[in-house]
């Protein structure tokens, strides 16, 4: 059979979010995966280094909308390092408490997503409602249902009342008890199991090879978390486990983030028992001594890591930041090989892909400010010549469809 | 930081010209300076003989007259050892890794977009993450990169001027 060349995006059928997948089909099912990433690149790292250090920790937080707190605490706690600033305890249990909510949120969103991807609309509907209420709770909390600004060079920047954890413990009772729905859901229900069950293989070995992180590399096998091998902020006083599945699938991949749901559950009351009393803040100098710091962050989809430089000012010499999807998008290739394109979406919503995150990185506004804007018809030319330098022509096919429109 | 000192020893043992080039910044934490030479010998034995199996990043910077690289490789017990190498800028050369890595490709290839590095032996692909007409010999993260100069040389501004 002749091999046929459809591209999939920049403008994706199935995220939010463009990147363009080129595949290559030998009918129904895929040969080859060609990627092309960066259209959401902002220039965010070149940024930072014309920004102060508070400057470019509420930018960083801006990198990813769904793991904001991931970014701007990985950011952040390279700058403490390099600073030698010791915060003060609650500070850090508050950081961890708004790191493990973010996971609820991010977590029973792309539970929604996958729902979404499969036909199966109403678990959309279920898991997004219950994801509601830790929205709620993040506006009640911080004043922010995202992009929370909880961070500060030396802590954090409000404190919690009582009442307002014990809200905390209410909310998280709520959705444990959804979570245990959606596991049976999940686990038992014939339709899902099917449809996820073989989709989107990556052997152990290939997630060890490609350095697949997070969730997704868990899922084939890969025993690892930051928090625990790495342990950051309070997670070196908390017990958890960290949930391994060896079913190397989109299925397992689902168990994976269901079942660490489970385990954030019991983190977020062990942070509120343990949570110590004191100030929130320590007095942070303006300048930054030079020095140079690697931190690591386990964010919902795997492990952020920040690079940071300091030159003794208070701008950054440097800022390097590598969110999880970079490190995944690597497996994806290798996880459609001979999977049919109606598989496609799934598989690659399975990675819980953040491509904003992964550009991290230029509107096209000109120096003199002024914007620029492209006409309707310029883009579509530009549109069919780009495509036909990836070897793609829709001359054919559009002088079919107006032969039947006459 | 036990793991740490014989990390710092056994590298030192292998590569005699490394004794006084690793620092243990921190638990967890070893900064070590690879002349380029010898860089892919080091890399190759970290990551096979000391299990330092996961590359998370390559950072690269502009520090002047060089072209500075790290590589962040992790291992199962949390220690990261940042390997640093440099080039210069007026012929900033390395040899990929992606023979021991193959996941660290995008990085390279970011290297080559963002700091104009030359990565000798990376496999064909598409560029990353810069738009496919933007100019050459432009590289925004080096230092005397601004914004400015840009203006007036990208093609797609042309087109939408001429169209």
Not at chain 2, 6 to 18: H, N, V
Request: hydrophobic content about 35%; overall charge neutral.
């Amino acid at each position: 059979m002749a091999r046929v060349t459809i591209p999939i995006g920049p403008q994706h059928p199935a995220l939010k979010e463009p990147e363009s997948f080129i595949v290559t089909l030998n009918g129904e099912n895929i040969v080859n995966l060609d990627m092309r990433l960066g259209y959401n690149h902002r220039g965010i790292e070149k940024a930072c280094e014309q920004r102060t250090y508070v400057q470019a920790l509420y930018l960083l937080e801006r990198v990813c909308g769904i793991c904001s707190h991931s970014h701007s605490s990985c950011f952040i706690q390279a700058v403490e390092e390099i600073a030698g600033l010791q915060l003060p305890p609650r500070a850090v249990y508050i950081r961890t408490l708004i790191a493990e909510l973010e996971r609820v949120h991010s977590h029973l969103l792309w539970l929604g997503v996958a729902g979404h991807e499969i036909g199966f609309d109403t678990l959309l509907m279920y898991s997004w409602r219950d994801r509601e209420a830790i929205m709620d709770l993040f506006a009640s909390l911080t004043g922010n249902r995202v992009n929370y600004g909880m961070n500060t060079l030396g802590g954090v920047r409000r404190d919690f009342t009582k009442e307002q954890l014990t809200e905390v413990l209410k909310v998280i009772d709520i959705c444990e008890e959804r979570t245990k729905y959606y596991i049976e859901v999940c686990t038992q229900e014939p339709t899902v199991i099917n449809r996820l069950s073989g989709v989107g293989t990556l052997s152990h070995d290939d997630a060890v090879r490609l350095g697949t992180i997070g969730p997704t590399g868990r899922a084939s096998g890969v025993n690892k978390d930051v928090r625990r091998e790495d342990p950051y902020l309070a997670y070196g006083d908390l017990s958890f486990n960290v949930i391994v599945d060896n079913h190397n699938d989109v299925f397992g991949r689902a168990v994976v983030r269901l079942l660490e749901l489970m385990e954030t559950y019991k983190m977020i009351r062990q942070i509120i028992a343990k949570m110590p009393d004191g100030p929130i803040t320590v007095k942070a100098p303006r300048k930054v001594p030079a020095g140079e710091a690697f931190s690591r962050y386990e964010a919902p989809r795997g492990e952020d890591t920040h690079y940071v430089k300091g030159n003794g000012t208070d701008k950054p010499e440097r800022v390097r930041v590598r969110a999880p999807t970079l490190a995944n998008l690597q497996s994806v290739a290798k996880m459609l090989e001979n999977n049919n394109l109606a598989d496609l979406p799934i598989a690659i919503a399975a990675i819980d892909p953040c491509f904003s995150c992964t550009d991290r990185m230029i509107g096209t506004i000109s120096s003199t400010g002024a914007r620029d804007s492209i006409r309707w018809d310029n883009m579509r030319n530009y549109s069919i010549k780009w495509y036909r330098k990836q070897g793609i022509d829709f001359t054919d096919l559009n002088r079919k469809l107006a032969k039947k429109q006459e | 930081m036990a793991n740490e000192e014989t990390i710092k020893t056994e590298l030192s043992r292998k590569f005699s010209f490394l004794a006084d080039k690793i620092v243990i910044q921190r638990v967890r934490r070893i900064f070590v300076d690879v002349p380029q030479e010898r860089f892919h010998d080091v890399c190759e034995f970290a990551a096979k003989k000391m299990e330092f199996s996961n590359l998370c990043i390559i950072t690269g910077l502009d520090d002047g007259d060089n072209l500075q690289f790290i590589y962040h490789l992790a291992r199962m017990d949390g220690i990261v050892l940042n390997l640093r190498t440099t080039a210069p800028k007026s012929n900033p050369v390395i040899k990929t890794i992606t023979d021991i890595f193959p996941g660290g490709v995008i990085y390279e290839r970011e290297l080559i977009d963002l700091l104009g590095a030359k990565v000798e032996g990376i496999p064909h692909g598409k560029r990353y993450p810069l738009p496919d007409d933007w100019p050459a010999n432009q590289f925004p993260l080096r230092k005397d990169w601004k914004p400015e100069m840009l203006e007036g040389l990208s093609g797609r501004k042309e087109e939408a001027k001429n169209g």
